[in-house]
T-cell receptor, first 112, second 116 residues
Framework: GESVGLHLPTLSVQEGDNSIINCAYS??????FIWYKQESGKGPQFIID?????DKRQGQRVTVLLNKTVKHLSLQIAATQPGDSAVYFC???????????FGDGTTLTVKP | NAGVTQTPKFQVLKTGQSMTLQCAQD?????MYWYRQDPGMGLRLIYY???????DKGEVPNGYNVSRLNKREFSLRLESAAPSQTSVYFC???????????????FGEGSRLTVL
């Protein structure tokens, strides 16, 4: 069977390594997903999004993967840098429903 | 372009006191939201306003009231504060594009509230 990445509340990586942050969502009707980054003392900021008609989307150093079969989302950060240290949240949405539901968040720590 | 502005940034209240958190956005967004974030947890929706003149309850509305004063401003009121309302409160807004909400939220910096 297919393995699904576990959601971990904390993740520690070495600078330069790749990071993978996992998220399980709950509503099979959700059709739009967003990853947010929250730095200490600040509000969450948009990183990347993906719609349910896609299974992969790439940004500058980030990639989001969507597996609707198992309701799983992952964020991959390439060549992780100290500035990537933050809490990362996934959010599931139904477009036009006007509400986002957030996951618990993963704290990423990048060691120099 | 300030984005979403929240005031105050910090507040300490005694149990039973009331206060209002203010939020304003300058992005001409139709939808605005209030979330609370407790230590080590994600954000939980308190109330939202899909458009000017409408408000709806979110996941955790008890103990709060809101007012959508105009398109720019959305306030959150605690009528009788309780220690369980100690939290960080975030206001957010979202864009409507082509008649459909895109879903991306733009957040303020947060208001840190302590109720003793």
């Amino acid at each position: 069977g297919e393995s699904v990445g576990l959601h971990l509340p904390t993740l520690s990586v070495q600078e330069g390594d790749n990071s993978i942050i996992n998220c399980a969502y709950s509503n099979s009707a959700s059709d739009y997903f967003i990853w947010y980054k929250q730095e200490s003392g600040k509000g969450p900021q948009f990183i990347i999004d993906i719609r349910s008609n896609m299974d992969k989307r790439q940004g500058q150093r980030v990639t989001v993967l969507l597996n609707k079969t198992v309701k799983h989302l992952s964020l991959q950060i390439a060549a992780t840098q100290p500035g990537d240290s933050a809490v990362y949240f996934c959010a599931e949405n139904i477009l036009n429903a006007g509400k986002s539901t957030f996951g618990d968040g993963t704290t990423l720590t990048v060691k120099p | 372009n300030a984005g979403v502005t929240q005031t105050p940034k910090f507040q300490v209240l005694k149990t039973g006191q009331s206060m209002t958190l203010q939020c304003a956005q300058d992005m001409n967004h139709n939808s605005m939201y209030w979330y609370r974030q407790d230590p080590g947890m994600g954000l939980r929706l308190i109330y939202y306003s899909a458009s000017e003149g409408t408000t709806d309850k979110g996941e955790v509305p008890n103990g709060y009231n809101v007012s959508r004063l105009n398109k720019r401003e959305f306030s959150l009121r605690l009528e009788s504060a309780a220690p369980s309302q100690t939290s960080v409160y975030f206001c957010a807004s979202s864009e409507v594009a082509g008649g459909k909400r895109t879903g991306e939220l733009f957040f303020g910096e947060g208001s840190r509230l302590t109720v003793l």
